[in-house]
């Protein structure tokens, strides 16, 4: 329950004079004394709740009687980007994932309870509006077991297709969603970073909660990332370039971290970047990639 739900009450005691104090509120909600402390204490530092402790009543008052207690709510596109946050959060498995993991948990509950992870650094996330809209869409659909209509585009060009989707998944820093087309063992998985438009169909389909083939979500070997040296248009402000960290950085070019090869060389050819100083082998991979892509445009020519 959240603790807002408990002030509120507190504060409709102190309102109808009753003088209620930690030990009210702990028999109130079946709570341990020293978190109905910690719930006054928010109220007097976070809420400015003029609380005085009367001792004659062993309970609290207001000292000023005009106070009231702020209107806390959350908007609709909030509450999107705290649930794409949360998903995010979930699957994320590298450094302090435990303490990511116990964030992820604490923004699906949307309370403001026990929300401080010490000094640890969390990492952030880039909340796309794009994405978050297909981010919305998809979960819609999956909850609906509707087919979607997806205009994709990677490397290998566009294409438009029907996709029974089944699942949300994050690995490496790149969102992904779980689906087939016709076969539900053909199961494949597209980036939303590489969805150009995607759009709910009438048409319904049928699946197994324990449809969706293992191995998407596991838990992958925690490795050491590939790090590119890249001279950027910019100086970055931030630890990140769109999501991935910078390692290092000396005037324009950037130390970047990546773990999956294909993911990044697609977010390459999406980004505005001025020169991939190493590693050679990525040069010579998108050199390779490049190069065919350009040989396909001369044939057609």
């Known amino acids: 329950m959240s603790n807002m739900h408990r002030i509120h009450w507190f504060d409709e005691q102190i309102r109808s004079g009753r003088f ?7 028999r109130e909600f079946e709570i341990s004394r020293r978190q109905a402390q910690r719930d006054i204490e928010y109220m007097a530092i976070s809420l400015r709740a003029p ?5 004659k009543y062993r309970g609290y008052c207001y000292e000023d009687q005009t106070y009231r ?3 806390l709510y959350m908007t609709e596109e909030e509450q999107r980007v705290l649930k794409y946050l949360a998903h995010r959060y979930r699957h994320y498995n590298y450094e302090q994932s435990d303490a990511v993991n116990r964030v992820a948990h604490l923004l699906e509950r949307f309370t403001p309870e026990e929300q401080q992870t010490g000094n640890r650094q969390l990492p952030v996330f ?6 978050l809209q297909f981010f919305e869409i998809l979960s819609h659909a999956i909850t609906e077991t509707r ?3 997806i205009h994709y585009r990677d490397h290998a060009g566009e294409r438009q297709f029907s996709w029974c989707p089944l699942k949300m998944v994050s690995q490496f820093n790149a969102d992904y969603v779980i689906g087939y087309e016709e076969d539900p063992v053909q199961q494949t998985a597209i980036r939303l970073e590489g969805i150009v438009h995607v759009w709910i169909m009438n048409e319904t389909f049928e699946y197994q909660v ?4 293992s191995g998407w979500e596991e838990a992958l070997p925690v490795r050491k990332p590939f790090v590119a040296e890249i001279r950027l248009k910019e100086v970055q402000q931030t630890e990140l370039w769109q999501g991935y960290r910078i390692r290092a950085k000396q005037d324009q070019i950037h130390w970047i971290e990546f773990y999956d090869m294909d993911a990044f060389m697609q977010h390459l050819f999406i980004s505005d970047w001025e020169e991939l ?3 050679g082998w990525l040069r010579r991979k998108l ?9 396909k445009l001369g044939m057609k020519e």
Do not use: C, F, T
């Open 147 to 149: 087919k979607v209509h």
């Open 51 to 55: 609380l005085l402790y009367m001792a």
């Open 287 to 295: 050199e390779s990639r490049v190069g065919g892509m350009i040989g």
């Open 126 to 131: 880039m909340a796309h509006p794009q994405q």
């Open 277 to 279: 100083l190493s590693p």
């Open 210 to 213: 324990d449809g969706v083939l």
């Open 20 to 26: 209620p104090n930690s030990g009210w509120l702990a």
């Open 69 to 71: 207690l702020p209107h």
